[in-house]
T-cell receptor, first 114, second 114 residues
Framework: AQKVTQAQTEISVVEKEDVTLDCVYE???????LFWYKQPPSGELVFLIR??????QNEISGRYSWNFQKSTSSFNFTITASQVVDSAVYFC???????????FGEGTQLTVNP | DTGVSQDPRHKITKRGQNVTFRCDPI?????LYWYRQTLGQGPEFLTY????????KSRLLSDRFSAERPKGSFSTLEIQRTEQGDSAMYLC????????????FGDGTRLSIL
């Protein structure tokens, strides 16, 4: 069965610091998709990125970057020069091609202090 | 493009009552999902529709829960004889067809059982 683990329950940083959120997953499928979502205090889950299991290229989008390593089953998310508006709960999720559901980790609460 | 819309945002009810939630997906999305999220946890999958067909249900979806999507557009989730343990945020998401498509979430309906 699929599983996503986000070992960091809470992280607190000072504005402008870089921060990395860890995600480790388990799946028996050879083809799958990984996602990161942001959930601000308002509650809506906001889609950030999708990564295919067969594409291990890292990706950068502005202050966000993602490091996918299939060998260690990890899909980590880095925010560079963090801002107060980055404060939210961040979820990593896995979708196997054999199913329709997203399996989420427990989330990491990120607090960026001014 | 309007996003996923859920109604109501909050529902407070007494134990034993029935409640019904509504979800309006993004208009061109043929797939619709329901998740439940309790405090401090990631969302958990409940059920999935492709057009009007309910194709997958989680074991979390007890006999007291029923979901419909009668015309392949909006969906309703009904909980009968509510229990304290039903208190949670109920999230709806929609997506285009295709296994890699990201799911886009609504703001959720927060259910509180007195």
């Amino acid at each position: 069965a699929q599983k996503v683990t986000q070992a960091q329950t809470e992280i607190s940083v000072v504005e402008k610091e870089d921060v990395t959120l860890d995600c480790v997953y388990e799946t028996r499928d050879t083809t799958y998709y990984l996602f990161w979502y942001k959930q601000p205090p308002s509650g809506e889950l906001v889609f950030l990125i999708r990564r295919n299991s067969f594409d291990e290229q890292n990706e950068i989008s502005g202050r966000y970057s993602w490091n996918f390593q299939k060998s260690t089953s990890s899909f980590n998310f880095t925010i560079t020069a963090s801002q107060v508006v980055d404060s939210a709960v961040y979820f990593c999720a896995l979708k196997e091609t054999s199913g329709s559901r997203l399996t989420f980790g427990e989330g990491t609460q990120l607090t960026v202090n001014p | 493009d309007t996003g996923v819309s859920q109604d109501p945002r909050h529902k407070i009810t007494k134990r034993g009552q029935n409640v019904t939630f509504r979800c309006d997906p993004i208009s061109e999305h043929n797939r619709l999902y329901w998740y439940r999220q309790t405090l401090g946890q990631g969302p958990e999958f409940l059920t999935y529709f492709q057009n009007e067909a309910q194709l997958e249900k989680s074991r979390l979806l007890s006999d007291r829960f029923s979901a419909e999507r009668p015309k392949g557009s909006f969906s309703t989730l009904e909980i009968q004889r509510t229990e304290q343990g039903d208190s949670a945020m109920y999230l709806c998401a929609s997506s285009l067809g295709g296994v890699a498509q990201p799911q886009h979430f609504g703001d959720g309906t927060r259910l509180s059982i007195l």
